[in-house]
């Protein structure tokens, strides 16, 4: 099953509104020729009702009536397309302040950020807030697309301006790999094809960049983890416990620990797709049998050494996205962490993150948008590693339990960058 998804590349289109994220990614799709002929006159039909011309690209990711009204992104829109090298899947992530709860979630599964600057205004406070949004979801590369490069005479002086804006944050920020290309979205230069206007640029295309660029880097934990989603009844008697394994691969035959029970058995089968096989990929949604009669439910999880800790209070970074701002002790919370669902409060906001310094001040409360860092205390014990170390279960989410809105993306553990 690894095989199959290793010339897969998850990537998020990262920046703030009007540099050009949607116009970008239209451009990808429409020069690798990825849509159908229906696709391209529906959106040469929402060209003409907007009186923008006969094509705006925008148009080819921003599905909703209101988006395409506005002229802008609200919500996250999944693009798929491939080359003969590679497949991706592409989040087209919105870049006003108020959806920035979208563009988290657009990184959450991400390999790459797609970073998009306006080579005339630099690197704006959302960009900046959206890289250090990406680097604490665990995203370690970045491609960054110097954009509307045609409004200033194709100038070699203003896209090193930007490069060197960004690779100051980027190295602040922890990214391993960054490229920058000098692009016009809107014309196509150094997009798919290269540009006769860059003769000072000798680095890929975009598409080149994504093309060579690592992937599956969210595969990092140091042991296999399997969140029970469902007890399945087998026939015959018995019960399998299906879940995503993350982590690292599960094979029959291996050691596992089943939390937080702390119980150690043995896994005896593995099927997928209603058939047995000898092994569970990372990312692969599958079902187990155990050697041992034990009591296993939903949200507890099946783990391999080293093992992941047992926790009902944990020091945390948090993404506020919630309207009222959070202050221990305040609202009624419910916190999702894999398969479980459990009610949490936070007893402590230790600090604040600055976006501008990358430097944690002294704080009691988060408002919108803000990044702080916190502990928080669950009513039920969970079964965590730190978010560095795997993405799918150092992570979690608060939901407020009057409202059921989703107010802040957590991670276990400091932000890497501090």
């Known amino acids: 099953m690894v095989a199959?998804?290793?010339?897969?590349?998850?990537?998020?289109t990262v920046g703030s509104v009007d540099d050009g994220k949607s116009t970008l990614i239209g451009r990808l799709l429409v020069d690798t020729r990825q849509l159908f002929d229906d696709q391209y006159d529906a959106v040469i039909a929402a060209s003409e009702r907007r009186g923008v011309g006969d094509l705006d690209l925008s148009f080819v990711t921003d599905g909703l009536r209101?988006?395409?009204?506005?002229?802008?992104?609200?919500d996250v829109a999944y693009r798929y397309a491939s080359t003969p090298t590679r497949k991706f899947i592409i989040a087209d992530c919105p870049g006003h302040v108020q959806y920035t709860r979208n563009m988290a979630t657009g990184a959450s599964t991400a390999d790459l950020a797609l970073v998009v600057v306006d080579v005339a205004s630099g690197l704006k406070e959302q960009t900046r807030r959206h890289l250090c949004i990406a680097a604490l979801l665990g995203v370690r590369n970045i491609v960054v697309a110097v954009n509307k490069m045609d409004t200033v005479a194709w100038s070699a002086v203003a896209f090193e301006r930007v490069v060197d804006q960004v690779d100051a944050a980027s190295r602040e920020l922890g990214f391993v790999s960054r490229v920058s290309v000098p692009v016009s979205a809107l014309l196509g230069d150094n997009v798919v094809e290269r540009s006769s206007h860059t003769d000072w640029y000798?680095?890929?295309?975009?598409?080149?960049?994504?093309?060579?660029?690592e992937a599956l880097t969210w595969e990092s934990a140091p042991g296999a983890r399997l969140p029970v989603q469902w007890v399945l009844r087998q026939p015959g008697g018995g019960r399998s416990y299906a879940g995503m394994v993350s982590g690292e691969a599960l094979h029959v035959g291996d050691r596992v620990t089943v939390l937080p029970a702390n119980v150690e058995t043995t896994i005896r089968a593995i099927h997928f797709g209603g058939r047995e096989c000898e092994s569970a990929s990372v990312g692969l949604a599958a079902d187990v049998l155990l050697a041992d009669e034990t009591d296993v439910g939903r949200g507890d999880m099946i783990?391999?050494?080293?093992?992941?800790?047992?926790?009902?209070?944990?020091?945390a970074t948090i993404c506020?996205?919630?309207?009222?701002?959070?202050?221990?002790?305040?609202q009624r919370l419910r916190l999702k962490h894999t398969t479980k669902s459990t009610?949490?409060?936070?007893?402590?906001?230790?600090?604040?993150?600055?976006i501008e310094t990358l430097t944690v001040a002294?704080?009691?409360a988060l408002t919108t948008n803000d990044i702080g860092l916190a502990t928080v205390s669950t009513a039920d014990a969970l079964v965590v590693d730190d978010y560095r170390e795997d993405r799918?279960?150092?992570?979690?989410?608060?939901?407020?339990?009057?409202?059921?809105?989703?107010?802040?993306?957590?991670?276990?553990?400091?932000?890497?960058?501090?």
Do not use: C, Y
Request: no cysteine; glycine share 12%; hydrophobic share 45%.
């Open 202 to 213: 000798d680095g890929p295309t975009v598409l080149g960049a994504l093309e060579t660029s």
């Open 392 to 418: 799918v279960t150092g992570s979690f989410v608060l939901v407020d339990e009057v409202t059921n809105a989703t107010v802040a993306a957590g991670m276990l553990g400091h932000a890497t960058f501090l």
């Open 303 to 315: 783990a391999a050494a080293p093992l992941p800790r047992v926790t009902r209070e944990f020091e």
């Open 362 to 364: 002294a704080g009691d």
């Open 320 to 330: 506020w996205f919630g309207e009222q701002p959070l202050r221990v002790g305040g």
């Open 4 to 12: 199959a998804t290793k010339d897969l590349l998850r990537l998020a």
């Open 343 to 354: 009610a949490a409060r936070v007893t402590a906001i230790t600090g604040l993150i600055d």
């Open 66 to 74: 209101a988006e395409r009204e506005q002229g802008i992104t609200i």
